[in-house]
């Protein structure tokens, strides 16, 4: 029975914390209903008010920001766009130039003629001047063939130098390489560096994403037409192309139809323009000829070079059609740059002032809600300060406590307060875990303290945050032995042996990759244990009260510990026979083994996890496992 003094101090108790109650339950009125008659009660219906006002004013700042963020970004894309649309216009010059190149040096190399050579030799300087015509080259690029501008003028050179000499070994498919080679890079780095489709920010209700198609194709046809040029001025030259240009020309003249066809496709208006400008006159029925007499291979024609001629300009003339397309979708892409960077300037102009009249408000709103707060802070702050070191204190002991005991058990003791009845538990099926490092023994007898204790240390560390990954529970740790159930205090049915059967594999897998900072080059062995079976479970102890659990299971597991070999997981035959059930686990029959205390017992070796079909999902739920399969 109580006497009157503990009478009276939990009265006292009851009453303090009926008062503190009291108290919470007072100030959560006055906020949510404040009396305006009282200076606080204005104070307060200030402070909701004011509350409801910076709310919506934050939140459009927020979006002014984000907006003025994007619409910066839209306009340094659109001005970088603008510059390298206008560079893409002066390299499409100098591809040009080399195409024609291309064709006459093609021409010369099978003729000789010296009207082609003067041609030739006249065409270099235009294409020279397209060269430097160019504002900007890259210096160093994968796509680019060459260090720099001035070693792909030197190779230039020198190339023409090779084929203007008389009697030079070359032949027309190595000068078609060669220049197609040079041209398909050059047109590479426009479409990925200079015209990256990664940094663009094409919106919906637009066509710029057509307009960079068509650019990519009309280079593309403006190439293949370029060597169909040379490959039928040849043709005409000689009466004849060999086997593999003929295949050539077959290739590109397909390939440069097919990708006609998806330009027309794409844009009405480059259509009509290509119909006016080469359909409607003529031109593309007398290529048609033309072509049809190279593929039939007419070969009785003979040579005939004033068609090589009419040929070679009929077909510059439909690369300059080509590329007047490309001019005309680069001209409206500029335009809509412009448009887009001057839409980006106005969205800029419109968020700098929006931010700077909401910068404007703030303050003074949050200067009014200082002074408007700054009389009941004191008492709240106070208030919350004792909160927090009550909740501080009160984690601290919960944290002691579940360290030792379980949460389900601690909290059950909890509940019983002054009950000092021992709690006790039967499992009628569990599964335990031992482990020990194998030699430990010998390296604590060897080692200084300090190495030995950081060896234990490294061990249980990562066994602890291993077994954070399985529903299992550390029992305990005696020297370096660590011993884990899996079943108990949670029950979980017949799962307890996929648990410490995935663990055992677990550590046993990764134990090999854990270093020990002053012990480099040693290489941590485990020696682990399992059985299942019942156990009883429960507290023991008053100073250090400690989970233990007890039971021939127990025992069992703990000598298939000590009987085991190092890096192996040693298991019963009722752990066998758990395991097998599940159809999850490879074991190895390790034969009838004598076991102290035990006489001769058929064990079994835990191998690795079997794969696992698709019909049983309770894999799936289990922690990822990349261990050994």
């Not at 060999?242 to 066809?261: D, I, K, T």
Request: glycine share 4%.
């Amino acid at each position: 029975m109580e006497n009157f003094f503990q009478r009276t101090e939990r009265i006292d108790s009851e009453a303090s914390v009926e008062s503190l109650s009291l108290q919470k339950w007072r100030m959560a009125n006055v906020i949510l209903n404040p009396d305006l008659s009282t200076r606080n009660g204005r104070r307060i219906q200030l402070i909701k008010l004011l509350t409801l006002l910076l709310i919506p004013l934050l939140a459009l700042t927020a979006q002014s920001i984000v907006n003025l963020f994007n619409a910066q970004k839209k306009n340094t894309w659109a001005s970088n766009e603008y510059n390298s649309v206008l560079i893409l216009a002066d390299v499409s010059k100098v591809i040009e130039a080399l195409q024609v190149e291309r064709g006459l040096t093609s021409m010369y190399i099978e003729s000789y003629d010296t009207d082609i050579f003067q041609k030739m030799y006249a065409h270099y300087l235009i294409t020279d001047h397209s060269i430097n015509s160019v504002t900007e080259w890259p210096d160093t690029s994968d796509d680019f063939p060459f260090d720099n501008v001035l070693d792909f003028k030197t190779v230039l050179q020198d190339r023409r130098a090779t084929v203007s000499r008389f009697g030079t070994r070359t032949t027309v498919r190595k000068e078609l390489n060669f220049y197609t080679m040079v041209i398909g890079n050059i047109t590479d780095w426009i479409m990925s560096t200079i015209y990256d489709p990664d940094e663009a920010t094409y919106d919906e209700d637009t066509t710029e994403w057509q307009n960079d198609i068509a650019v990519g194709y009309l280079l593309d046809i403006q190439d293949r037409i370029g060597i169909q040029r040379a490959l039928g001025s040849v043709y005409f030259i000689n009466g004849r192309l060999n086997e593999n240009n003929f295949q050539y020309f077959l290739e590109n003249n397909a390939l440069s139809e097919f990708y006609m066809n998806k330009v027309r496709e794409l844009d009405a208006d480059l259509n009509s323009f290509y119909e006016e400008q080469w359909v409607l006159p003529g031109y593309e029925a007398r290529l048609e000829n033309m072509t049809a007499e190279i593929t039939e291979r007419r070969s009785d024609l003979g040579s005939q070079r004033y068609k090589a001629l009419v040929w070679f300009s009929n077909k510059t003339y439909q690369i300059e059609t080509l590329g007047s397309m490309r001019d005309m979708v680069l001209a409206d892409h500029l335009e809509d740059l412009k448009l887009g960077f001057n839409n980006a300037n106005d969205a800029m102009i419109r968020e700098i002032i929006t931010l700077l009249v909401i910068v404007c408000i703030i303050p003074t709103l949050t200067f009014m809600f200082y002074k408007a707060t700054s009389g009941i802070t004191n008492y709240t702050k106070e208030l919350e300060t004792q909160k927090k070191q009550l909740k501080k204190e009160k984690r601290k002991t919960e944290y002691l406590l579940f360290q030792m005991i379980p949460r389900i058990v601690a909290m059950r003791l909890k509940r019983r307060k002054n009950d000092k009845r021992i709690i006790a538990e039967k499992f009628g099926s569990v599964s335990v875990y031992f482990s020990n490092v194998v030699g430990f023994t010998d390296l604590s007898s060897s080692l200084p303290p300090r190495q030995v204790v950081n060896l234990l240390n490294t061990v249980y560390t990562f066994l602890d945050e291993r077994i954070e990954c399985y529903d299992v529970y550390k029992v305990e740790t005696i020297n370096d032995v660590y011993m884990v159930a899996s079943g108990l205090p949670h029950r979980n049915g017949d799962r307890h042996t996929l648990e410490i059967a995935l663990l055992a594999l677990d550590v046993i897998y990764r134990v090999k990759r854990v270093a020990v900072s002053d012990l480099p080059g040693m290489e941590i062995q485990l020696q682990v244990g399992m059985h299942t079976g019942p156990v009883v479970a429960g507290i023991v102890g008053n100073r250090m009260p400690r989970y233990c659990l007890f039971g021939d299971t127990v025992n069992t597991a703990a000598r298939m510990q000590t009987s085991g070999e190092p890096q192996k997981i040693h298991i019963s035959h009722a752990m066998h026979s758990a395991l097998e059930r599940t159809g999850k686990f490879i074991t190895e029959e390790r034969g009838m083994t004598h076991i102290k205390g035990k006489g001769n017992m058929m064990t079994h070796w835990l191998i690795g996890k079997n794969r696992t079909p698709k019909s049983l999902t309770v894999v799936d739920v289990l922690p990822q496992y990349d261990g050994p399969i």
